[in-house]
Nanobody, 122 residues
Framework: QVQLVESGGGLVQAGGSLRLSCAAS????????MGWFRQAPGKEREFVAA????????YYADSVKGRFSISRDNAKSTVYLQMNSLKPEDTAVYYC???????????????WGQGTQVTVSS
């Protein structure tokens, strides 16, 4: 079992930045691919970014490419999402997720955090 706890959400003005963190505990984190997803009110959950257990070959949704960056520190069992040039349409609850094996850009993840709210004001 893996427990995931997100932090770092908040209220920010358009054009600002936030860094989300997701701390993992439980089973060995290093072998887990990790992803970030988000869900805005009235919308389905959508993929944002993902990273392999080695930290290589990150994947991004087209809507965040060039603005968001995913990274991980296996020594700290933590994955990060650096969000720059935020837009009001980035407003959502952000979830981190983990799975053994390869990275997925769909929600085929085994473990999910409780989510952290990100609100971007115009």
């Amino acid at each position: 079992q893996v427990q995931l706890v997100e932090s770092g959400g908040g209220l920010v003005q358009a054009g600002g930045s936030l860094r989300l963190s997701c701390a993992a505990s439980g089973r060995t984190f290093t072998r887990y691919a990790m992803g970030w997803f988000r869900q805005a009110p009235g919308k389905e959950r959508e993929f944002v970014a993902a990273i392999s257990w080695t930290g290589g070959n990150p994947y991004y949704a087209d809507s965040v490419k060039g603005r968001f960056s995913i990274s991980r520190d296996n020594a700290k069992s933590t994955v990060y999402l650096q969000m720059n040039s935020l837009k009001p349409e980035d407003t959502a609850v952000y979830y981190c997720a983990g799975r053994q094996g390869v990275v997925h850009t769909t929600d085929l993840y085994d473990y999910w955090g409780q989510g952290t709210q990100v609100t971007v004001s115009s």
